[in-house]
């Protein structure tokens, strides 16, 4: 089912704002897909969805492999579930280093986990223009 990425069902959002584990798939540079679990939040305001992460890791290196020959970014998507409930959205993603981008980020990610996350220096944000949104909640 198809869902409105700025205007989403208030179940829709709902299954966001739980605390799931998800997935971020990014491409290899060979194109093979690369999925790994990720916290993720969800921002329809803004059209957004934001995963933080290491600078050094995969998923950022193949973003930004994939953002510099793709105008506006790597294509990607996030995904969750939980029994017959799911929900994916998908955009193009940019890496974020400022330092706003970051603690914005962080403040999102404490309040949708419930935890701050431990401090680290490395510390990026996948930013995701999102476009198309999909699920059962």
């Not at 793709?70 to 959205?89: D, F, H, N, S, Y």
Request: glycine content about 8%.
């Amino acid at each position: 089912m198809s869902h409105d990425v700025l205007n989403p069902t208030p179940e829709y959002l709902a299954f966001w704002r739980e605390r799931h584990v998800c997935t971020l798939t990014t491409h290899r540079p060979d194109g093979s897909p690369h999925v790994v679990p990720v916290g993720v939040t969800y921002d329809p305001e803004a059209g957004l969805a934001r995963v933080i992460c290491n600078r050094h890791s995969r998923k950022v290196r193949n973003i930004l492999v994939a953002a510099g020959a793709e105008p506006g970014g790597a294509r990607v998507a996030v995904c969750q579930m939980q029994g017959r409930r799911w929900a994916t959205l998908e955009g193009r993603a940019v890496v974020r280093t400022d330092g706003a981008s970051v603690a914005d980020a962080e403040a999102r990610y404490a309040e949708r986990y419930g935890r701050v996350p431990t401090p680290n220096p490395d510390r990026v944000v996948l930013e995701i223009t999102l476009d198309r949104a999909m699920g059962r909640a």
